[in-house]
C-alpha cells in the first residue's frame, strides 16, 4: 500500500492502568544536576536547594533529591510526558499560541 501524506495512519494510543498503593513519594527538585547514559541505562540526578541554620547563621547548600535511572523507551515516555505538561502549562499562562 503506497503512503498517503492525506490521510496517514492512526496509532491508537497505548491505555495503561496505575493504582496508588499510597506509598510513592512526591519528588521536588530544581535542577537536574548530573546525567549519564551505561550500559542502555539512562540516568538523572535531581538535586535542589536547602535552607539552615550552621552555627547560628543562614547556611544553604545542595543537595540530591532523588536517582532517576530508567531504560530509553521509558526515558522517551518521560521526556514526552514532561513536554506534555510544559505544553500544558504554558497554555494557562499565556505563553503558547
Same mark, same amino acid.
Given at each position: 500500500m503506497a503512503d498517503n501524506p492525506d490521510n496517514p495512519?492512526?496509532?491508537?494510543?497505548?491505555? &495503561?492502568? &496505575?493504582?496508588? !498503593?499510597? !506509598?510513592?513519594?512526591? !519528588?521536588?527538585?530544581? &535542577?537536574?544536576s548530573n546525567i549519564g547514559f551505561t550500559n542502555g541505562i539512562v540516568n538523572v540526578t535531581l538535586a535542589a536547594s536547602r535552607h539552615l541554620i550552621k552555627d547560628g547563621a543562614p547556611h544553604t547548600d545542595i543537595v540530591s533529591m532523588a536517582y532517576l535511572r530508567c531504560n530509553l523507551a521509558a526515558a522517551i515516555g518521560l521526556r514526552d510526558a514532561l513536554n506534555g505538561a510544559i505544553l500544558l502549562g504554558s497554555r494557562q499562562q499565556g505563553g503558547a499560541h
Open positions: 495512519e492512526q496509532n491508537s494510543p497505548t491505555r &495503561v492502568t &496505575v493504582n496508588d !498503593i499510597g !506509598i510513592a513519594p512526591f !519528588i521536588f527538585f530544581e &535542577v537536574a
